[in-house]
């Protein structure tokens, strides 16, 4: 079957780092997708691997090895903005996303 | 403003209505969806549409139903509502279904209540 892991629930002290990790089991890969989901919001996107390695973007890197199945998102300076739920996706052999349930960043000053 | 429309932002339904979700968005995007969001779980996928003219069912699809008529719009119907479709609901859209680098945008959700 296809399976996301992603741990529900962290907790950061703000302008420290945090990474989120996900890991995979899909058919077929097609991307790893990032998407950051503010409490009673819509999901919005952040990021996309889809070979391996590091990608930067501001504050936020995401990190992909596919031989593992394994993802992370590293979030930097962390602000109080950041708390929020964020959701690792796959792509599958049909270009589908498989959704993994969040996880539910809390940040304290 | 660009982007995605739904409607209604919520509604509470009494079991065995009809009810239909609206869905549109301007951006010109070929490829649109539907999926539930539940506490716990990640978003499940409804029913999509790669074109206008053409759908397909997800993981979810039973009980529900869409039609794309047109590029621009993606109704949801619930034909006879259960309980167990009390969720929120999110229509999405990309430029295309069949590359790799296919971005989401969500419309703000649809929050159903079946009693």
């Known amino acids: 079957g296809q399976n996301i892991d992603q741990p529900t629930e962290m907790t950061a002290t703000e302008g420290a780092i945090v990474q989120i990790n996900c890991t995979y089991q899909?058919?077929?890969?097609?991307?790893l997708f990032w998407y950051q989901q503010h409490a009673g919001e819509a999901p919005t996107f952040l990021s996309y691997?889809?070979l391996d390695g590091l990608e930067e973007k501001g504050r936020f890197s995401s990190f992909l090895s596919r031989s593992k199945g394994y993802s992370y998102l590293l979030l930097k300076e962390l602000q109080m903005k950041d708390s929020a739920s964020y959701l690792c996706?796959?792509?599958?052999?049909?270009?589908?996303?498989?959704w993994g349930a969040g996880t539910k960043l809390i940040i304290k000053p | 403003i660009a982007g995605i429309t739904q409607a209604p932002t919520s509604q509470i339904l009494a079991a065995g209505r009809r009810m239909t979700l609206r869905c549109t968005q301007d951006?010109?995007?070929?490829?649109m969806y539907w999926y539930r969001q539940d506490l716990g779980l990640g978003l499940r996928l409804i029913h999509y549409?790669?074109?206008?003219?053409?759908?397909g069912k997800g993981e979810v699809p039973d009980g529900y139903s869409v039609s794309r008529a047109n590029t621009d719009d993606f109704p949801l119907t619930l034909a006879s509502a259960v309980p167990s479709q009390t969720s929120v609901y999110f229509c999405?859209?990309?430029?295309?279904?069949?590359?790799?680098?296919?971005?989401?945008?969500f419309g703000a959700g649809s929050r159903l209540t079946v009693l």
């Open positions: 899909t058919s077929g890969f097609n991307g």
């Open positions: 691997n889809v």
């Open positions: 951006m010109r995007h070929n490829a």
């Open positions: 996706a796959v792509g599958d052999s049909n270009y589908q996303l498989i």
């Open positions: 999405a859209s990309s430029e295309a279904a069949s590359t790799g680098a296919n971005v989401l945008t």
């Open positions: 549409s790669n074109t206008a003219g053409t759908t």
